[in-house]
Structure formats: C-alpha cells, structure tokens
C-alpha cells in the first residue's frame, strides 16, 4: 500500500509537495475508511482531491506516472511500438527515461532543473522508502531504505550521489560487483531489480512501485481497448457473474455480454430486453461513455481490490453519475478491503462527512507565483456542524477558480 509520496520541481509544483495517506489520529469516525499498516498505523483507503481548472490536479498523478516510469525504462529499451498504459506518449528509444519524463517548474527564471520523486510504501515486511533526484540527464541522487515492521530499525539498502553507490552492509558483497556498471542515466533500483540477487528488497520496491496504478484519464480509445480485455478475461463463468451482478446494480439496462473472434479481432456486445421479451444484441460501441467506463472502472478497480494495490485516477467522475461514482469509491471502504484510491474531481458530492473523513479530502490551488500547492481538509480548524460542500464552494478552503464576468457571442449593439 502506497503510505505517502512526494516530489518536487516537476510541472506547476515549484516546492516540495507531500501527498500523506497516513491518517490523523484526531479523527476517530469511520473506521472502515482505514487499514492498519505493517508498522501498526492506519492508512487511508480513499482520498479525493479537488481544485479548479488548471490548478494542477492532474499534473499531481503526471507526477507519479513520471516516478514509475521512470524506474521502469531507465534500464531497458522502451518498445517504439508501445504506448504508455494512458495512450499520452510514445517512447522514444533515443531518448533515456530521465530526459523523457522531465518536467520542471517553467515559470522561474532560477530555476535549476533538478526535480526530486520519493514513495513510500507499506509491506509485510515493513516500510519501504526509495526516491531520487535527477536533471534530466543524469541521477544526482538516489536512496532505498527499509524499516522492518518486527524491529522497527531502519536499514540503509543503498544511497547514491552521482556516480558513487554505496551498499548497506547487508548487501554489499553480493551488490558491490554491479556498481561500476550502472550508467549515469540508469537507476540503481532499475539495474539491481533486473539482477537475479538473493536480496529481495530490490524486486519488492520496484514491485511497490508498479502496483500503483496511475491513469491522467480514460480516453474513448482506451476505453475501447480495455472493453476487449474485460469481455475476454470476464468470459470466464465465475468472473461474468460478478460482472453482470455489477451491471445490473448500477441500473444500464443490460442483460448479458458476449464476445466473438473475428480472426484477430474481438467483437463485444451488449445484450439487452426487447419490449417482446426477446434478446437483442448490439455493439458495446453504441453503447454510452459513461456505460462504457463504468465497465472498465469495475474491470480496473476489481483488479486494484483483489491485489491490494493503489489506483491513482485523475477525474474520475466525467462521464459518470454522482451516484454511481459514490457507489464505486464507497467499495473500497468495505471491512478487509485492503486497495486504496486516490481520485481528482469537481464532483463534490463525495465532499461530505457521512463518507470521508477530513483528512480524506484534499485541495490544490495555486499561488500567487504561480506555483501549485497542495494541503488537507485536516489543516483546517473546522465547526463539527460544518458543510464541507458549501464551505468548498464558498471559498472557504480555496481551490476555486476566481471567476470573473464574461459575454459568450458577439455584442448586438455593436456596428
């Protein structure tokens, strides 16, 4: 589980900027909205964060696609033919992982390039804790440590500055061998993951970092894509019955879902119930974006739920009624239920007390630099009596667009 993660200079975020699941003690109600971690604190299992346009929300879960992908083609040749899980870029093999994913702040002039990625996440084992510094062309810096959860001691797996790596002594016979070969562009956890080594702790930080999930959005086509995968791998008899129970929850009118292949294409269908009582069968495709995504969520979230893994979702209510968007995040809330959510969006119907906790509910806004910044609900001394909807939407919190009056069309008096 994912316990925290930070970065800085990368996109609008200018500063240091911190996005903390570990829950604040002060609170005490709804306590199926968190788990207790491996070190004995309790996570949050949903967070929901709220800005106006442009504030930077989105640029919050661009900034952990860039930590993980990162680590994950620093140290091998991206496919030119494969497009990133969210369709926004195709990778470029002259290019290392560093230069392709950086993005710092464009609006200082002393600004020095240098952007900073750390997680931490939450295992059986313990607290893994790993991040790095980079300018874009080379690692400047880089660290993994271990707390282990039995004697809450934390281990030094290796830091790094520049070119020079130094093991713990745990590890380092086994890891000294390698440090001559890792390259100023590549990570340390990238090569050392890649290496059949006894020490696991290089495979499990990189397996933390993969099992969060993050998507800037669903695009039509990667809706589309997705519907092939759940219509295959939800043929299966136990999993279509999960399946068709959801659809029919959620109230869309239909009755069943088929697949033909065509060669190496895969037709999906809807079934629905003719006003004769019979079967009638169409294209998923006509079927409306909000229908579709709902599949996909339920396909995408189930994963999530099953694995105990980390969905970051950046708007996550377009297309998708209040209602049902409740009934997907309230999921997670469910006793044993170990998956987490972190979701961008304006709905603020989520934004109430009977199902979020204050320190379940973040904003981002920007300064008056320019610069984003993100903070908690929990920041804030609140009335135990306060609308957390109207106080958003006042102004109360910030993260409202400052709207100023506007004419849409030509002005008739003119000419």
Same mark, same amino acid.
């Not at 900027?17 to 199926?32: G, Q, S």
């Not at 790095?132 to 282990?148: N, P, R």
């Not at 300064?367 to 804030?380: H, I, K, P, R, T």
């Given at each position: 589980?994912?316990?925290?993660?930070?970065?800085?200079?990368?996109?609008?975020?200018? @500063? @240091?900027?911190?996005?903390?699941?570990?829950?604040?003690?002060?609170?005490?109600?709804?306590?199926?909205?968190?788990?207790?971690?491996?070190?004995?604190?309790?996570?949050?299992?949903? %967070?929901?964060?709220?800005?106006?346009?442009?504030?930077?929300?989105?640029?919050?879960?661009?900034?952990?696609?860039?930590?993980?992908?990162?680590?994950?083609?620093?140290?091998?040749?991206?496919?030119?033919?494969?497009?990133?899980?969210?369709?926004?870029?195709?990778?470029?093999?002259?290019?290392?992982?560093?230069?392709?994913?950086?993005?710092?702040?464009?609006?200082?002039?002393?600004?020095?390039?240098?952007?900073?990625?750390?997680?931490?996440?939450?295992?059986? @084992?313990?607290?893994?804790?790993?991040?790095?510094?980079?300018?874009?062309?080379?690692?400047?810096?880089?660290?993994?440590?271990?707390?282990?959860?039995?004697?809450?001691?934390?281990?030094?797996?290796?830091?790094?500055?520049?070119?020079?790596?130094?093991?713990?002594?745990?590890?380092?016979?086994?890891?000294?061998?390698?440090?001559?070969?890792?390259?100023?562009?590549?990570?340390?956890?990238?090569?050392?993951?890649?290496?059949?080594?006894?020490?696991?702790?290089?495979?499990?930080?990189?397996?933390?970092?993969?099992?969060?999930?993050?998507?800037?959005?669903?695009?039509?086509?990667?809706?589309?894509?997705?519907?092939?995968?759940?219509?295959?791998?939800?043929?299966?008899?136990?999993?279509?019955?999960?399946?068709?129970?959801?659809?029919?929850?959620?109230?869309?009118?239909?009755?069943?879902?088929? %697949?033909?292949?065509?060669?190496?294409?895969?037709?999906?269908?809807?079934?629905?119930?003719?006003?004769?009582?019979?079967?009638?069968? %169409?294209?998923?495709?006509?079927?409306?974006?909000?229908?579709?995504?709902?599949? %996909?969520?339920?396909?995408?979230?189930?994963?999530?739920?099953?694995?105990?893994?980390?969905?970051?979702?950046?708007?996550?209510?377009?297309?998708?009624?209040?209602?049902?968007?409740?009934?997907?995040?309230?999921?997670?809330?469910?006793?044993?239920?170990?998956?987490?959510?972190?979701?961008?969006?304006?709905?603020?119907?989520?934004?109430?007390?009977?199902?979020?906790?204050?320190?379940?509910?973040?904003?981002?806004?920007?300064?008056?630099?320019?610069?984003?910044?993100?903070?908690?609900?929990?920041?804030?001394?609140?009335?135990?009596?306060?609308?957390?909807?109207?106080?958003?939407?006042?102004?109360?919190?910030?993260?409202?667009?400052?709207?100023?009056?506007?004419?849409?069309?030509?002005?008739?008096?003119?000419?």
């Amino acid at each position: 589980m994912l316990t925290s993660f930070s970065f800085k200079n990368y996109g609008p975020y200018r @500063e @240091e900027t911190r996005l903390d699941l570990r829950a604040a003690p002060a609170y005490k109600e709804h306590e199926y909205n968190l788990v207790e971690s491996s070190m004995g604190e309790k996570l949050l299992k949903v %967070v929901a964060i709220y800005g106006a346009n442009a504030s930077g929300k989105s640029q919050l879960i661009r900034a952990y696609q860039a930590f993980s992908r990162i680590v994950t083609e620093s140290f091998s040749q991206v496919d030119e033919q494969a497009a990133s899980v969210s369709g926004d870029y195709l990778a470029s093999r002259n290019e290392s992982a560093l230069a392709r994913h950086h993005n710092p702040f464009k609006f200082a002039s002393d600004n020095v390039g240098e952007t900073e990625f750390e997680a931490t996440f939450d295992e059986d @084992e313990g607290e893994i804790r790993y991040g790095f510094s980079t300018d874009g062309k080379s690692v400047l810096s880089e660290w993994l440590y271990l707390v282990k959860a039995s004697t809450r001691r934390l281990s030094v797996l290796f830091e790094r500055e520049g070119r020079d790596i130094e093991f713990g002594s745990s590890i380092r016979s086994e890891c000294d061998r390698y440090a001559e070969n890792i390259s100023e562009e590549t990570l340390v956890l990238s090569f050392m993951s890649g290496i059949a080594l006894r020490t696991p702790y290089f495979r499990l930080a990189k397996r933390c970092i993969s099992r969060t999930l993050a998507f800037t959005s669903i695009s039509s086509g990667l809706v589309d894509d997705f519907l092939e995968d759940v219509a295959l791998e939800y043929a299966n008899e136990d999993k279509h019955a999960r399946l068709l129970e959801f659809l029919r929850a959620i109230d869309v009118c239909i009755e069943d879902i088929s %697949v033909e292949k065509n060669g190496d294409n895969v037709l999906v269908f809807t079934h629905h119930r003719g006003v004769d009582g019979g079967d009638y069968r %169409v294209p998923i495709s006509i079927e409306s974006e909000g229908t579709k995504k709902a599949i %996909v969520l339920f396909y995408i979230m189930s994963a999530v739920v099953d694995a105990d893994a980390t969905l970051l979702m950046d708007e996550l209510s377009s297309a998708l009624h209040p209602l049902l968007v409740r009934a997907l995040i309230t999921q997670f809330h469910r006793e044993g239920v170990k998956g987490q959510i972190v979701f961008t969006t304006h709905d603020t119907s989520m934004l109430d007390r009977r199902y979020l906790r204050r320190d379940q509910v973040w904003f981002v806004d920007k300064n008056e630099c320019g610069s984003s910044e993100l903070y908690s609900l929990a920041d804030f001394k609140l009335r135990n009596d306060t609308n957390y909807t109207k106080g958003y939407l006042s102004g109360m919190f910030g993260a409202i667009p400052n709207l100023r009056e506007f004419v849409l069309g030509g002005d008739e008096s003119e000419g």
